[in-house]
């Protein structure tokens, strides 16, 4: 038997490492069972081992990817960087765009609202808002286009100013905030009359001939009256503020804050036709002085 | 020792492959680099020595994956035997022919494990025919990679290869 056994001992080994881990399988698959104390001696020895392995190979392909791999990163940023800043550029214009869009659309709105008036529209070419000099604006529209003296320029917030001077291709607007400049106005609450007349600077205008008796407060919406020949009535020239009414004299004052800011107009709406009724004097052209 | 030497191998390999695993797929494919090892057991250890390398080294594959105990070690003298087979009727030489059996041999270890564990588990827990592609994938992949797991199993054994004394002189 003995002799047997030492005959086939390789059979029997290798069968018995057949058998044997078949039957320990079958016999518990279906149970999870605990690790035996032999199991928990080979996971002891083997964790670390694998633990190492794995910092090892991880520590590796890290390296690889933070540092090896990086190698052409340098030319990659530069490109991208590249590439962000036309992409941003391209953003900046299609916000200009849109800008642009929405005031023209406010324009075109204006412009819809009053359909026995028509309009030309006009881009401003030139600026000229010196402190001592004229308060003019230039656009690129001359009496080729049909602009002439006098018109009225609007954006959708209200007056601009009035054209000054005309060549063929542009026109030169004189704002409203000019100290040549006087508006016939409306109180718009309660229709009380006076005059807007600039003041030289780009965000000043001072109210004139407003009778001390008429209710007025700061705050108050400005119009035109439409007296002035110039200007059709009803259109938005500011608000009154400051307003101070003396023990004596004829007229209260007041400080207007013009509803357009001039310095911020890029496109406008020179008014060649409109219900401009020829009444009473120009109120725009003050007394003595001439533009 | 070199049977230790093998198991010790082994166990690196098996960790270096999860770590691989984990950092390069996530888990998308996978790879069963001790069935090369296996494979070389089968075409170059010695009979006991091999056997008894192949069950300790599906003991240890047990503990590690996590599967019912018993399965890979049978699975893995099973594939020892297999290979032992082939290198015997065929004879296997260069390193596509061993990516070929360690193929072969990844598919068995797949599919066996499959088998097995459909008998004894219930229908819903069983691994089913669905994973059939990704055996295929793993075996392609385990094939594709042998040739780094037979370099590491010869250089063991140059490191433990014994001359014969006097056969020469």
């Given amino acids: 038997m003995f002799q047997l056994i030492k005959r086939y001992r390789e059979l029997l080994l290798v069968a018995a490492l057949l058998v044997l881990p078949l039957g ?203 007296t002035d020949g110039i200007f059709p009535r009803g259109l938005r020239v500011g608000k009154v503020t400051q307003l101070r009414r003396s023990q004596h004299g004829l007229f209260q004052e007041a400080t207007v804050v013009p509803s357009v800011d001039p310095t911020r107009v890029e496109e406008a709406l020179v008014l060649t036709s409109a219900d401009r009724a020829p009444e009473t004097a120009p109120a725009a052209l003050a007394p003595g002085k001439t533009p | 020792m070199k049977p230790i030497a093998h198991v010790a191998f082994a166990l690196l390999v098996a960790g270096a492959q999860a770590s691989f695993l984990r950092f390069v797929g996530g888990g998308a494919f996978s790879l069963a680099l001790l069935a090369p090892c296996l494979v070389y057991l089968g075409l170059n250890a010695g009979n006991v020595e091999g056997v008894l390398t192949a069950a300790a080294i599906g003991y240890v594959l047990d503990l590690l994956a996590g599967t019912p105990k018993g399965l890979m070690t049978f699975l893995g003298v099973a594939l020892f035997l297999l290979s032992r087979a082939a290198g015997v009727a065929v004879d296997l030489r260069g390193r596509a022919a061993f990516g070929v059996l360690s193929g072969a041999g990844a598919l068995f270890l797949s599919v066996g494990a499959m088998v097995l564990l459909r008998y004894v588990l219930p229908p819903e827990a069983a691994p089913g025919v669905r994973l059939l592609p990704r055996m295929l994938l793993e075996a392609f992949l385990t094939g594709f990679a042998s040739p780094l797991v037979l370099i590491g199993m010869r250089a063991i054994d140059r490191r433990f290869h014994r001359e014969e004394p006097g056969l020469l002189g």
């Fill in chain 1, 24 to 226: 320990v399988f079958f016999a518990h698959a279906k149970r999870a069972d605990d690790p035996s104390r032999v199991d928990r001696a080979i996971l002891w020895v083997t964790r670390p081992v694998e633990w190492v392995v794995a910092r090892a190979v991880t520590g590796s392909l890290e390296a690889w990817s933070g540092y090896v791999a990086l190698r052409h990163a340098h030319d990659q940023a530069r490109t991208l960087s590249r590439e962000n800043n036309m992409l941003r550029m391209e953003r900046d214009a299609l916000l200009q765009e849109r800008a642009e869009n929405e005031r023209l659309r406010r324009l075109l709105s204006l412009e819809q609202g009053a359909p026995d008036r028509t309009y030309l529209g006009a881009r401003v070419i030139g600026v000229r808002l010196g402190p001592s000099g004229r308060q003019i604006l230039t656009l690129d529209r001359g009496s080729e286009d049909g602009a002439g003296r006098n018109m009225p320029v609007l954006v959708a917030d209200g007056v601009v100013g009035r054209i000054q001077a005309v060549t063929t291709r542009t026109s030169d607007v004189l704002l409203l905030v000019d100290t040549y400049s006087s508006i016939a106005v409306r109180v718009e609450r309660t229709r009380a009359r006076a005059n807007v007349r600039g003041t030289g600077k780009p965000d000043g205008a001072r109210l004139e001939y407003a009778l001390r008796s008429e209710d007025m407060i700061e705050g108050d919406v400005l119009v035109t009256s439409g």
